[in-house]
């Protein structure tokens, strides 16, 4: 059609006249000259066009998705609506999309690394303030971050007045339990990813999330939406309240958050509701070691909770290899199998951080446990190993691995091993955030002192001085 341009190129490099590699989320000239880069890899109109893969990619397509669950192959195959054009929150909406998009490089995709539940944010925008703030926080954070620059003030300044804007909204009761409020909330700790956290290495808003369930009347999720939503909230309630002790929700809060029809009966499920387990067992060990009771049918009680971890482990680990040798794990890479050997990876990576958290609490309960302290060297290398395998996924694929890391340095005493975590974790933090904004060392301290509840015993079968 004249005078519609077909390329991909990005703003920049079509303004200068300059060839563009058409990567995204930034090119990989605006990356080098670290100036913004809009349009990369997009197409310059509006045609919706039908794609129809050869017959080969169509049969390995269904086979991929013969792999998956019905509601798993929702996930993959959703398409996010745009809306009609016509006012501000429309240019909002569209920004928000292109943010969002699947296509995105897995090293930047907010969809991939933060859930599925974004494809239902557009939708919502214009509704709740909040979550409008919260979203132009996100657009212009992740922005900045995707071309490696320092963080500009109007990210900042977004990121504060969403701050604000949600404080009037939680003291408004009825804005406080909505679905979209909650939704703010999660965005603006996916926020705090691109951003940075100076002085910590785990946010505030999981404890913000928390309240507010606690506050309703029903605390798991009322629909299909927050359903989605709650897929990625349990993972940052449960693993920052392992740490904060502000965060106190009982048994029965702790099982509403992690239950879900997505992933029941999936292995990655099923080991995430063990360690909704894990807060409450950690609260009882802590006070029963400081009190000077006796910690055997504690102990009784965490035993089968980590066999059972290791059990999942071995599942989710078998898995990953299986698919790694398959025909399928082999083949000309889809989308469907991109995402696939990631999510295997990034699910055994999130069992190992698991399984290690219930043997610090083992060891702790039970130092005597000579079989749990000898799993710990196997753990902390396969967790050395893991970090080395989701190197191609870094920063924001592999964010979570600063807190598999974490972990194995509080589950060994082996000063050798415990400097090559650290050392791996720097690196790793250092995606985030500038080295020197967190005082590494001190935070793996705190942490360790929270998983071994409190205990200064902390005998290791891989260290003997």
Partial sequence: MPGVPTGRACDACRKQKKKCDEKQPACGRCLRLKVSCVGSGQKRFMFKEHQFLPKSNQSCQKALLSRLGPTQKEKYLFEIPRPCPGNSMTSLTNSFVDAIKRSTDLRYNIWWSFGMFVEDVPRRLGSNEALDRAADALITAHASFCTRQPVRAEALAKYSHALKTLRVYLDDPLQASASSTLCAVMILLICQTFIGNPGAMVS?????????????????PRDDFERKLFLSLRGSVLFEGLYNDAIDLSPEEWDALVENDYDKNEPEGQILRCLARAPVLMKRGKRAIRDGEDLTLLTMEVRPIYEKCKSILDQLKARTVEYETSELGTMTETFIARILRAHYLRTHGIGLAITIFFNCIL?????????????????????LVHAQESNVYRPVGAGYVIMCLSAAWAVTADPQLRLMVEATLIDYHGDFVVPDAVNIPRELERASEKLWLGSTAQTNADFNP
């Fill in 204 to 220: 505030g808003h999981a404890q913000g999330a928390a309240s507010i369930l606690h506050a309703r009347k029903n605390f798991g």
């Fill in 363 to 383: 060891q702790a309960l039970d130092p005597s446990d000579y079989s749990c302290m000898m799993e710990t060297r196997s753990l902390v290398e396969d967790t």
